[in-house]
C-alpha cells in the first residue's frame, strides 16, 4: 500500500530564513497532496495542497511543488515568522490507498527569535 | 472555526470504563472520519464513514466502535479504556470519499484514561 514518509523530523531555523520539508511516497498513482499545520493542542488546519496535474502551487510566503518522477512533493515556507513554529503533516492519496490520505509522520518546525 | 463540532472537548475517566466521543460533520460533508493523536504522535486514521455506511478501516482497537446516524453526526465508543488510549481524538469531515477532497478537522476530544 501508500507510504509517506515525512523529513526532517524537526527542523530549526532562524526567524526570516526559509524552511522545507520533504515528503516523498511509494504509489505513483497519487493524486492529491495535502499539506495541514498543527498548532500546539490545536486541530490540523490545510494550509496547501497540490494535484498531480500541476508541478508548483504558492500562496504568498507558502508554495509545495511537486516532482511525480522521484514522487516526492515538498513544503516551502519563505520569510519564517514566529506564528510558523508548529507542526507541519503531508499527505498523498490516490487509487492504491483507495483515495485515503495516508499521512507522513509530521515535521515539528522551531523559529528562532 | 472549521464547522466540525466535536464533544466532549474534555474528559477523564477510570480504567475499564467506556466512553463516548460526538462529532457533527460541516453542514453538507457526507464523509466522516476519527483519527487518534497521542502526545508528540503523528495522526492515526481509525475509521471512516460515508453517508451513513462504514467506507475505511485503519488501525482501529476491537475495543473501539464508530457508526454514523442518517443526520450524519458520528459517534466513536471506546470500551475496556486503558492508560495507553489517553490521547487527542480528532474527527474529521469531507464533502465526499474521493480523492481531492479537503478533510476539515474539529477541535478534538481529549480523553485522559487514569
Redesign the interface.
Known amino acids: 500500500g501508500e507510504n509517506v514518509e515525512q523529513h526532517p523530523s524537526t527542523l530549526s531555523v532562524q526567524e526570516g530564513d526559509s524552511a522545507v520539508i520533504k515528503c516523498t511516497y511509494s504509489d505513483s498513482a497519487s493524486n492529491y497532496f495535502p499539506w495541514y499545520k498543527q498548532e500546539l493542542g490545536k486541530r490540523p488546519q490545510l494550509i496547501i495542497d497540490i494535484r498531480s496535474n500541476v508541478g508548483e502551487k504558492k500562496d504568498q510566503r507558502i508554495a509545495v511543488t511537486l516532482n511525480k518522477t522521484a514522487k516526492h512533493f515538498s513544503l516551502h515556507i519563505t520569510e519564517t515568522q514566529p506564528e510558523d513554529s508548529a507542526v507541519y503533516f503531508c499527505a498523498a492519496s490516490g487509487l492504491d490507498s483507495n483515495y485515503q490520505l495516508i499521512w507522513g509522520a509530521g515535521t515539528k518546525l522551531i523559529i528562532k527569535p | 472555526d ?1 464547522g466540525v463540532t466535536q464533544t466532549p472537548k474534555h474528559l477523564i475517566t477510570a480504567t475499564g470504563q467506556r466512553v463516548t466521543l460526538r462529532c457533527s460533520p460541516r453542514s453538507g460533508d457526507l464523509s466522516v472520519y476519527w483519527y487518534q493523536q497521542s502526545l508528540d504522535q ?2 492515526q ?1 481509525l475509521i ?1 464513514y460515508y453517508n451513513g455506511e462504514e467506507r ?1 478501516k ?1 488501525n482501529i482497537l476491537e475495543r473501539f466502535s464508530a457508526q454514523q446516524f442518517p443526520d450524519l453526526h458520528s459517534e466513536l465508543n471506546l470500551s475496556s479504556l486503558e492508560l495507553g488510549d489517553s490521547a487527542l481524538y ?1 474527527c474529521a469531515s469531507s464533502v465526499s ?4 477532497n ?7 476530544s481529549w480523553l485522559t484514561v487514569v
Do not use: D, K, M, N
Not at chain 2, 97 to 100: A, E, L
Not at chain 2, 102 to 108: A, D, Q
Open positions: 472549521s503523528g495522526l486514521f471512516q475505511a485503519g480528532f470519499s474521493t480523492s481531492g479537503t478533510i476539515y478537522f474539529g477541535e478534538g
